[in-house]
């Protein structure tokens, strides 16, 4: 099933809300980069914010999540746009921990440890936005919701969940972001608040086949909400022969004439999504030309 997400408002428009399923753009996600379950967890549910985060934005703008932490994991990132693209990595795809004990779990939080959670903001200006905040438990859902409250003032509950099959693919993913607006009651916060407490599990929920129709339902009892026009959420990388070699080009003049001088092909890779992009010295020659 293609992935999509939707948002919705109460009806009073003081909570608005936000639902994704992502499936399909973890897997992709697990498939470029060959992720170790509990990486695919953690990548799996920043990228499933990311994407309904991207779609707060406006227009050409873009976001990064960026989490640097001193877990073994070491970091994540996230990118995303208005319409609903996503693409990220981990900086350490193949860590592997034992299933946590207190509930059963895959141990995001303790792959991901303590550390950073960056979130920039393209909006096409000089300078882009930067928020940061430190991580809580490294869960990703309660660090975005520390981040909503304490960068952007903006109480939010974030749930999110990925599940694997046995095969370690993807079987389900998902999640929702809920916010109180100005002007939000305390009947209305006190109503999601009660909400929330009965969903406890995503991944509980998502497992059974929900859509992020049936999420905002969940998320927004109560408050007759209103769901706006669904969009569909990809895996995409926007990456080409041109950009990457831009970052052969940052290595330096001295660098770049190095390896030339080693007489062999270059290959790099995206980092996003694992593309190899070969060149030969003829090419390397010709891009030295061009740049110095
Ligand atoms: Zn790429």
New binding site residues.
Partial sequence: MTDYMVRASSAAGEVRAFAATTATTVECARAFHNTSPVVTAALGRLLTGGAMMGYMLQGDDKLTLQIRSDGPVEGLTVTADAEGHV?GYAHEPKVILPIRESDGKLDVGGIVGRGTLQVIKDQGLKDPYIGETELVNGEIAEDLTYYFAASEQVPSAVGLGVLMNKDNTVRAAGGFIVQMLPGATEKSISTVEENIKKIRSVTDIIKTGKTPEDLINMVLEGLDPVIYEPKEVSFK???SRDRVSKVLLSLGEKDLKSLIDDGEDTELK??????AYKFTVAEMEELLKSAY
């Fill in positions: 693409k990388c926007n990456c995206c980092q996003f999504c694992g593309k």
